[in-house]
């Protein structure tokens, strides 16, 4: 069985300063997990992956998530926040195979 | 290729009746899987399949859910007899293998 949870469900942050969503898993079997993006009334795009290649994975726009297996956690960060970043991230994690879960979303908000 | 496709993308329909939705997977993708997301929560597992084969069912899918890939391409998730909590957005992604899922844009259900 596996569990996601987003600690922060709002995180406000002034255009241009640090970014940080976190994400922490529980997976009984070494997981693949991603970032997804949501905008209102649309799908998930996805962001960034980590399949146990390198543990610093690197996004488009600035973002990049690191995977410490030691603290469970995926947590995704960009040094410098811009007004285009607003939407609401998912963190998800999935086996091998099979179904992904999810955590409940992180609603990033930049004031300018 | 196109990504993945939904229809419709939105839905009202009255307590009681029964609605049907359709994905279209990104082509040549062996699975194919169905999640619900209510506001303000992360998208929650319902069912995948693996080309026609129905692999996994999830708990929240009760006997008035049922779902069909029937040539291993397209599915539909039919509701029989909707109830005002199956109000959600119906998302649909497909993958190839193990490999990464993708999204498309759901469709919004609202039952009056």
């Known amino acids: 069985a596996q569990s996601v949870t987003q600690l922060g469900s709002h995180v406000s942050v002034s255009e241009g300063a640090l970014v940080l969503l976190r994400c922490n898993y529980s997976?009984?079997?070494?997981?693949?997990l991603f970032w997804y993006v949501q905008y209102p009334n649309q799908g998930l795009q996805l962001l960034l992956k980590?399949?146990?290649?390198?543990?610093l994975v690197k996004g488009i726009n600035g973002f990049e998530a690191e995977f410490k297996k030691s603290e469970t956690s995926f947590h995704r960060t960009k040094p410098s926040a811009h007004m285009s970043d607003a939407a609401e991230y998912f963190c998800?994690?999935?086996?091998?195979?099979?179904?992904?879960?999810f955590g409940d979303g992180t609603t990033l908000t930049v004031k300018p | 290729d196109t990504g993945v496709s939904q229809n419709p993308r939105h839905k009202i329909t009255k307590r009681g009746q029964n609605v049907t939705f359709r994905c279209d997977p990104i082509?040549?993708?062996?699975?194919l899987y169905w999640y619900r997301q209510t506001l303000g929560q992360g998208p929650e597992f319902l069912t995948y399949f693996q080309n026609e084969a129905q692999l996994e069912k999830s708990r929240l899918l009760s006997d008035r859910f049922s779902a069909e890939r029937p040539k291993g391409s397209f599915s539909t998730l039919e509701i029989q007899r909707t109830e005002q909590g199956d109000s959600a957005m119906y998302l649909c992604a497909s993958s190839q293998g193990s490999d990464t899922q993708y999204f498309g844009p759901g469709t919004r259900l609202t039952v009056l």
């Open positions: 980590y399949t146990s290649a390198a543990t």
């Open positions: 997976s009984s079997v070494p997981p693949y």
């Open positions: 998800a994690v999935r086996p091998n195979a099979g179904k992904s879960t």
């Open positions: 082509s040549e993708h062996n699975r």
